[in-house]
């Protein structure tokens, strides 16, 4: 099985920055996919941003240009820095493992990013 903790979440004021991370141990594939979703408020979970092994990476259109996904293979970490946070980017950030074969998708607990006004 494959086990995720994230951390780096907090209170931080409009405009600032913050750095989440990730690391997952267990039974790694090497071909395999993470990333970090977000949860708002009465709200939908949603992609926030995601990165191959490889390195290739995907965005949600509205954190193009503020948020940066990364990973250390070495470590099984990846980190998601986050900049000019705006209010609505206050959620939930959940990490995701995902690997083909065979299948299997975890999720991590979850680490609350809150943005004041």
């Known amino acids: 099985q494959v086990q995720l903790v994230e951390s780096g979440g907090g209170l931080v004021q409009a405009g600032g920055s913050l750095r989440l991370s990730c690391v997952a141990s267990?039974?790694?594939?090497?071909?395999?996919?993470m990333g970090w979703y977000r949860q708002a408020p009465g709200k939908q979970r949603e992609l926030v941003a995601v990165?191959?092994?490889?390195?290739?990476?995907n965005y949600a259109d509205s954190v193009k240009g503020r948020f940066t996904i990364s990973r250390d293979n070495a470590a099984n970490t990846i980190y998601l820095q986050i900049n000019s946070l705006k209010p609505d980017d206050t959620a939930v950030y959940y990490c995701?493992?995902?690997?083909?074969?065979?299948?299997?998708?975890?999720w991590g607990q979850g680490t609350l990013v809150t943005v004041s006004s």
């Open positions: 995701n493992y995902k690997q083909p074969r065979p299948y299997l998708e975890v």
């Open positions: 990165i191959t092994i490889g390195g290739n990476t």
């Open positions: 267990g039974s790694i594939s090497s071909i395999n996919n």
